[in-house]
């Protein structure tokens, strides 16, 4: 069963796994997912990620609440990037979603709120 901090840790982190084989691993064929209003389909997904391995650094994934009922996942956690020239940025993350039949995610839903950062940072998790 996937995780969103397993997932995300290796999405930003394992930059020995290709971006691809990364998203393979936690997420369905036909993953989608809302942020903050916004709908991208696994091709942007994957976009997203490869653009936030160029400017993150490092980041550190922190569930603070998480419920798993069948296919049903929710959580909040925070995610406390240092990007790479150095500054710090801490997003709070509010995700809905829904498991595949093999445990990937199939669906998110999610809200970010930044907590530390720069206005240009508020964008974080759609930009790419």
């Given at each position: 069963m996937a995780d969103i901090a397993t997932a995300l840790t290796a999405l930003l982190n394992d930059r020995d796994s290709s971006v691809?084989?990364?998203i393979d691993r936690h997420f369905a064929e036909g993953y989608r997912q809302k942020t903050d209003g916004l709908w991208s389909d696994r091709a942007q997904f994957t976009d997203h990620i490869a653009h936030?391995?160029?400017?993150v650094a490092h980041a550190e994934v922190r569930v603070l609440d998480e419920l798993v009922q069948g296919t049903a996942y929710a959580d909040r956690h925070e995610?406390?990037?240092?990007?790479?020239?150095?500054t710090l940025v801490v997003q709070e993350v509010y995700l809905f979603g829904t498991l595949a039949e093999d445990g990937r995610f199939a669906e998110?839903?999610?809200v970010t709120h930044l907590l530390r950062g720069n206005e240009a940072d508020r964008s974080l998790g759609t930009a790419s």
């Open positions: 691809d084989e990364t936030l391995r160029a400017i995610v406390h990037v240092t990007k790479t020239d150095g998110v839903h999610e």
